[in-house]
């Protein structure tokens, strides 16, 4: 084992420049899983890829593309961070399964099986029933454990991520949301789903997004650790991360595009609501990544030891990573 | 109302060609449903449009593209059959509702919410679980009620079905299955699908495709009429029609891609089995359309006046298609 503390931030989806990247790094982020598909398509994305190899080039000093747990290891030790690549959805794939390969050749390693919808693979957690796995997302699911594409569930049905967990012969992840326990939001999980994905060797990484937040914007940082020793208690210490969701710097058209992609004519206010249709607000101790600090000190004075600290902040990742391609 | 006596297909999907169209004119066919997609995306139906350009280019005297009632009146004055588009699956809309519009432009008039499996709009028979319309597929239905296309659920499950006739503000359709009281295969549909699609005012196609016939291939014409006379005992005959389903000519690969499309690695055999995988031969009463000549004299001797035969055998869809703009 690496005797390395490594921090990861296992999803962002910000308006990336310089200054955001600085920042990271700033946080001492080793690595970051950043969403590169929300509703693209297969062409799309690569679009998407293409401007992340600008960023690649552009930013080299900073950042470079991670692949393995390898490069968790060779960000830490050059102070860059390594960036994966994930999708909030199965759009890029559309109705094919070949193409799950492709998307892996392009660097891919996180899939969610849906975003909040249904979709050809599995139910998202705004349906009204719920399915669970689809007969394509068994033969999705297999593809992506033979590759090694994590299944994400973040924005999944109940069912559908008890499904998932059964279905996949390898750990998946729920890269960020928090237990409903605590706050009760759509997006949140269940004790049932979160033991479930301890059990199967999973990690959750706990969100910052207001949206999933007690109190919202006006969680406090004692509440949100208080929140994570819970969570440590129901399921174990070792199955817990960080996935903050971080949205910043972009202008509310993007969180529209997010709620209402191209399948509806209604305007949809996901998690908002239309008098409280923008992006919220981060809680003041989670600006931006270098909360992680903020975070290292109220973990800390909750009762987490230090080697718990440092295994929510990243170590637990870093191992979940370790263990996708084995 | 036309007096007229029509006579429609209301589910083909032959391996096209000059001798096709004369038989369905032998048999007097005033209009054919014709599918143009199973799993093909928007670019892909594009190109089976320009194939049927080309059909109605060198084919003219004996067919042209149908887009309202009118042509079927049409077809009928000119003794040509006029030649309808539909999807069996919502694929060629992707995620983007803004297609249906476009379809519709391209003439589409039949739409499947499902072929078989779960898409983004609703759950297909062959899924264990049904989780009836989804978002997306309400934002849809909506939208093909809007412009005129035919919400078809021939392919989809029971809530699912149910689900569609109810948020559909028109007539649904099923355009080729049989009720399960009489061969109880996935793909025939209960009672309570019979009854919730009369009395909204739709139509059933019967269909002779052998997977949905009692002793498939070696079905009768007697059974298959009495049938016929049941379901018009449990629903009124005003809602019965004739979708064959007739598959002639195609190679046995075509059989294969309708029930794999991409969405799976592992061989799938829909309706049929590992040892029985290939097209089934359908009963010598109905080789082909002129078999609809049978089903004259087979529902007259199960008791039908000529009234109702005619409505059966085309007037049923002729007052169908009467509605769809209306």
Chains 1, 2 share one sequence.
């Not at 190899?53 to 900073?62: G, Q, V």
């Not at 003041?284 to 903020?294: L, Q, S």
């Amino acid at each position: 084992m690496n005797s390395n503390i490594f921090k990861i931030d296992n999803l962002q989806y910000c308006k990336w420049s310089k200054e955001i990247f600085k920042i990271n790094k700033e946080a001492k982020l080793d690595a970051i899983h950043v969403t590169i598909a929300y509703h693209e398509d297969f062409d799309e994305v690569k679009k998407n890829i293409d401007e992340w190899e600008n960023y690649f080039k552009e930013f080299k000093d900073l950042i470079f593309q991670g692949k393995t747990f390898k490069d968790i290891e060779k960000a830490h030790k050059e102070k860059k961070t390594a960036v994966f690549f994930g999708f909030q959805n199965c759009s890029p794939i559309e109705d094919d399964i070949g193409l799950v390969e492709e998307v892996y050749k392009m660097g891919i390693r996180f899939m969610q099986l849906t975003y909040n919808n249904q979709s050809l693979l599995a139910t998202g957690c705004y349906e009204k029933n719920d399915s669970g796995v689809t007969r394509m997302g068994k033969e999705v699911i297999k593809e992506m454990n033979n590759l090694g594409i994590v299944v994400d569930m973040s924005h999944s049905a109940e069912k559908s991520t008890l499904d998932a967990i059964k279905i996949s012969r390898k750990p998946i992840a729920i890269t960020h949301a928090n237990p409903s326990f605590w706050f009760d939001a759509k997006r949140n999980k269940s004790n049932d789903v979160l033991k479930a994905l301890a059990e199967s060797g999973g990690v959750i990484g706990l969100s910052l997004y207001p949206h999933h937040l007690k109190d919202k914007t006006n969680c406090t940082l004692e509440s949100f650790c208080e929140m994570a020793a819970k969570t440590a208690e129901l399921i174990g210490v070792k199955h817990i991360g960080i996935g903050s969701d971080l949205c910043i710097g972009h202008s509310n058209n993007v969180v529209d595009w997010m709620r209402n992609g191209t399948w509806t004519k209604t305007k949809d206010y996901g998690e908002g609501s239309a008098n409280n249709a923008n992006f919220p607000k981060q809680p003041e101790w989670f600006r931006d990544a270098r909360g992680f600090k903020n975070l290292e000190m109220g973990l800390q004075k909750t009762g987490f030891n230090n080697a718990e600290v440092n295994d929510i902040l990243g170590n637990n990742w870093y191992n979940f990573y370790r263990g996708i391609n084995s």
